[in-house]
């Protein structure tokens, strides 16, 4: 298993065409930036800041297909954004099967790193696919994937929050005692959500495990 920390600037990023997305989200003060889902050009990403975007400027981006707006209990803002890649077409879709970790940036004050966890062939081929849609992403470091002593520690925070109340709550009994809906009411999120975060945690607890 290999990692690759991919840095994008801020000029890629409007290359990719969410520069105006990320630059919203930084002006209203990001506390968390984190992908919910991520397939071919669509993402869903889960963006927690200080105080309110500014939603006419959201309403005008053309690529936001949909987003939604809760206070958390700390009094900051949560948003829910789904919004479509320009430049990423199907073949995306392929390339982030094959990766058991993709799409989830680290914002920096200039851009941000990605890292690409997989087979090296497919992150590979995931470097190519930016460079297709004509982001010149710089390749920071490339290595083997070390992981964590903690199986638990691969998962974002999120992933682990979902994963624990689901337990919590008897999603993984036999039979099971809690479905996803129990879990979403829970958490006040969407029943999708939950889905596409347990399905991550699972998805890199397996990989921790069975990669070899």
């Known amino acids: 298993m290999r990692e690759a920390v991919l840095g994008v600037s ?49 309403d005008a981006l053309d690529y936001v297909r949909d987003y939604e707006r809760t206070e958390t209990s700390d009094g900051t803002e949560r948003y829910v954004i789904s919004y479509a890649t320009p430049k990423f077409d199907d073949e995306m879709a392929a ?21 690409l966890v997989g087979p090296q062939a497919a992150i590979r081929d995931a470097v190519g696919e930016y460079a297709s849609a004509g982001a010149d992403v710089d390749l920071e470091r490339l290595g083997e994937y070390e992981g964590n002593d903690d199986p638990l520690g691969d998962l974002t925070d999120r992933q682990r929050e979902v994963l ?36 991550r945690a699972e998805r890199n607890l397996l990989s921790h495990h069975l990669s070899d």
């Open 10 to 58: 801020d000029s890629e990023l409007d290359t990719l065409g969410i520069g105006e997305l990320v630059a919203l989200a930084r002006e209203a003060g990001i506390q968390d930036f984190e992908t919910v889902a991520c397939e071919g050009d669509s993402a869903v990403v889960q963006v927690e800041v200080q105080r309110a975007i500014d939603e006419a400027r959201i």
């Open 95 to 115: 390339v982030a099967a094959a990766l058991v970790g993709d799409c989830d940036p680290d914002l920096r004050d200039d851009g941000a790193a990605l890292s």
């Open 164 to 199: 624990e109340t689901a337990f919590e709550a008897g999603y993984y009994e036999v039979p099971r005692q809690a479905s996803t809906d129990a879990v979403a009411a829970e958490l006040d999120v969407d029943n999708s959500t939950v889905a596409e975060h347990l399905q």
